[in-house]
């Protein structure tokens, strides 16, 4: 017994040791990090030339977060996560019933969707509701809607499309022009939006079709940025960095109208006060009926020959040309179908804002659509509108915590912090959890009966 | 003549700067397959180290003799960037090694980002100006020939020498190249490969911060968005010039350098920008794996 007990403590103090070890370099490489970086500041003084700020206190906090957080995660951290892990693998695995809110996530979503602009007036009425269901609700939409287009050409195809942005350009661009230009309505001009962006999608696609993986993904990210650099240097007909201002909004249906002005204002007719909250609810509205239907032609789609052939292209390029599919037209399909989706987030996103400038088309915003249709768990439209609302709906809370000027002091914004979380944030949900979210997905082909198919069996872009 | 000429003396420095950063691209990419896409950032933060350092000499010692100064800010950008790019790989590429390849790549792009809002967060996100540094300019034959032209294209060769040196003819390189023909065989040889990646990135991101201070010296101003563009566009150049390969690194540096600069001089300058990524386009659309890039082989 007593030997037991020794070697118990002998592990424990070894294992102590082990972790201030570690702290200690840990500590050592942090100050290397951060000594110039965080130590110093460059500052301009009143002759505008450069001086260096000292903040050594900052680095000595940073260095003690590293010494500290190794520490921990070394001495406490890891072994408890291991004694779990070997606690899990020694007990006999239950098969849990799923509860009967996994097995119709699907439809209290929806209905928690359709109920969530009244509940938001209710909280904070017509003025308060505003952020919440502008900012959070209509803004993750788009992306749900702009990631399920792209999760059609990486997701199911297989071809890493780093230049998706530029659809969702050509989108929004399209309606911003044609509307202002020669005063077409949205209705007419959502579905052009969309065709004109999968025209784009066809166009762009036809040169890439013979590249594969990183060379399709340097070329497409070449074209969205071809056509952002366009945008901003076509001033006479894009007004270039200016943007485009004023564009027309959306009606209900060419029925009631949203403008102020007009005889058939929304307001007016029902006798409403005047606020701006019925636009936004009804653009709510709007996104949320286009995402349903991005949806169902997905599902549909992916149950169709040309769905299977893209999952078939995705695995197997060789094997696929083999069984005789037409991989042409397969890429050109996905290429157009993705674009489409774009394309009518774009004109959506352009009547939502009222205003379109290329400052909302850069690379970053290609990159963090990738980055939810990966978190997401790629094929998995469930899983990519979770993820959509973590990232995005993350990120705008962190606009909301000002509660935080209390503890850092008046001079601290919280949103110059919010990119930079997101990118953490990335790194840490990719590496904790690699095949994202839900990690598994409904198989569109099975045999006798339907089983979820873990997510690592969704390869990705060969091209 | 002296005009072209003149062009294609700035599209060579212009080039030697993209050049060094393709090498880190293609270097990660040919030993473990992943796009670095935080590896623009890492120029941006070389050419920061190289900042403060310069600073920090001004403050001691209140001037210092060019040449030392530029060499102990090259130093010290070394060190620095390496240390995070060694960094960085421990903590959010590998893990992902043995993942799919669409992980590493998206942990990149959101280092990218951390990277650039970090040094805004820290540094500020205004323009950061410098005096120029080196100013004298030679006239060679109606050419006017800056010094820091000169001193980009010269220490640009000889780290590529040094380089090529290392790679070819040292067992460092040769563990380099045994673990990027094949990883498991290169392991079972007695290569510790997790080693040897890791001081892939470390000279990737050494070349990167050489990048970056001379980046600086040139243009006399860095802001914590630059890793953005001249990133892409050394990817750009390791794509064209067949990623993997190290020349074709080089060469691809050299040839956007030259476009860009050819093109601003007798197009628009506006559009300097998309006529290098439309030959990207069109090089690669003719020749799928770049200038100097193996053909893939593939078996079924």
Redesign the interface.
Known sequence: MANISQTNEAVSTNLMARALREAFYAGLVALGLFVLFVGLKTDQNILNELILVQRWGLLAIFVAIAVVGRFLTVAYIRPWFEARKAAKAAAPAVEREAGFVTRNFTLLAVLALIVYPPVMVGLFGFQGSLKWVDNFGIQILIYVMLAWGLNIVVGLAGLLDLGYVAFYAVGAYSYALLSSYFGLSFWLLLPMAGILAAAWGTVLGFPVLRLKGDYLAIVTLAFGEIIRLVLINWTEVTKGTFGISGIAKASVFGIWSFDVSAANNFAKVFGLPMSSAYYKIFLFYLALALCMLAAFVTIRLRRMPIGRAWEALREDEIACRSLGINTVTTKLTAFATGAMFGGIAGSFFAVRQGFVSPESFVFLESAIILAIVVLGGMGSLVGIAVAATVMIGGTELLREMNFLKQIFGPDFTPELYRMLIFGLAMIVVMVWKPRGFVGSREPTAFLRERKSVSGSFTKEGHG | MEYFVQQLVNGLTLGSIYGLVAIGYTMV?GIIGM?NFAHGDIFM?GG??A???Y??LL?LFGGVPIALALFIMIL?AML?TG??NW?IEK??YR??RG?????PL??A???????S????????P?N????PLVSSVYDVFGIAISLKQIIIVLVTAILLTIFWYIVNHTPLGRAQRATEQDRKMAALLGIDVDKTISITFVMGAALAAVAGTMYLMYYGVIVFTDG?TPG?KA??AA?LGG?GSLPGAVLGGLMIGLIESLWSAYF?I??K??AT??I??IV??FK???ILGRP?V?K?
Request: proline share 6%; aromatic share 12%; charged share 10%.
């Open positions: 990419y796009v933060l920061f180290a900042l403060i350092v600073l920090i403050g010290i620095m240390l995070w960094v903590m959010a893990p992902l993942s799919f390849r669409l992980a998206i942990t792009i959101g280092m990218s980002i951390a990277l809002n970090f040094i805004q967060v820290t540094q500020g205004r950061k100006p410098v005096p953005f892409v990817f750009t794509v990623i628009t506006d559009y920008d998309v990524f439309s990207l386009a690669l659309i799928p794996s770049g893939e593939e079924v």
